[in-house]
């Protein structure tokens, strides 16, 4: 591939077989992440580990997420966009081999928490090239390149399922190896992140460049990336909390363990396929427009899940409706704050710690108020991320002073 002027490579950032392994690789990712809960029975007995003890694979993994969007981030501009990813890809692959070989829970630990490191680069990485690299279909790409995060989410404990907890070290061993391949892929990855050219950020974006912090620019680019902020954790806490309380709310108003452990997966299934579903439409909708709607649904499903006739049907609805937001979101959040170049990886890595916080919160107000409740609650959070959108789509439509 060759270079343009100033050292920016020449030609489209990824190639179509580089487009493919990128989706590969959030499958990847995804099946990562879902492993670790499946594998709890087999851990405990392993290790001998209480319940919390084992469920802190998971979080070690989570706070890994965070460090290595953080990281990762640092580099980005100052090393290639190839080399940051093939790191991330190593370092995912070690994780996971070192998790399924670790002679003792400390060193499962560390390994989970390196896992985690990769997870987050590529997860930051790719997002971050996606939601530039492709101009107007930035957005739509984005859908699809998460929709496959969902394929391997569903299909990671699948895999566990039929092949048995107690060989998760030998599923883990095969994730590390199937990381390799995607390395040579990496050539079609364009070296240098493209930068928003001035069509792409809009007349609301005029003036963005000064963000001194005593200038009312500065303060209303603060103001949008804390509004932006708290819509990604409050969004990715309900995502969380759908998926980790479902099954008890429903099995708390009469439903099977059974069916509520199908309805969860029909959830998790409908996340995926509103991704699949969001790509064209971003093709004709801004992603204001989007959101807007999604929050707006989201909010009603969780109302009607309060019924509990409807409640297993409602949340599939909640599942498609909170599909988009995440990776319609940061383009929008691009354009909206050109000059803040750190804005993606503060919002991406505050909404993993949304997704570590919303357990405890929620299991804290559910001691309050009980476990009927559950919709309720999440439906209020789900009011306030609607009303940080509209707030969004105001300011971000206005001329910067």
Known sequence: MEAGPGGVDAGPVFTTSAVVASCFGFVLIGVLQALYGPSIPALREEFGLSPSAAGLGLSAHFAGGVAGVLLFDRRFGRTGNRRILAVAYLLMAAGAAGFALAPDWPVALLAALLAGIGFGGIDYGLNRLFARGFGRRSTAMLNILNAHFGIGAILGPALLGAVGAEHYPALFLAFAVANIPLLFCLRGVKNHAPQPTSADTGAADAGAGDTGAGTPVGAALRSVLAVFVTLYVLHVGIEAGVGGWEPTHLESVGYGAGAAATATSVYWLMMTVGRFLAAPIALRFSAQTIITVSCAGMTACLLLAAIPDF???????????????????????????????????????????????????????????????????????????????????????????
């Open 311 to 401: 409640a297993p049907y409602a949340y599939a609805g909640v599942g498609l409706f909170i599909a988009p937001i995440f990776p319609t979101g940061l383009p929008w959040l691009s354009r909206a704050a050109p000059s803040a170049r750190r804005a993606g990886a503060i919002v991406m890595a505050a909404s993993m710690l949304g997704g570590v916080a919303a357990g405890p919160a929620l299991g804290k107000i559910i001691e309050w108020s009980g476990v009927r409740d559950v919709p309720l609650i999440l439906a209020a959070v789900s009011a306030v991320c609607l009303a940080a959108t509209l707030w969004l789509t105001r300011t971000t439509r206005r001329p910067s002073p």
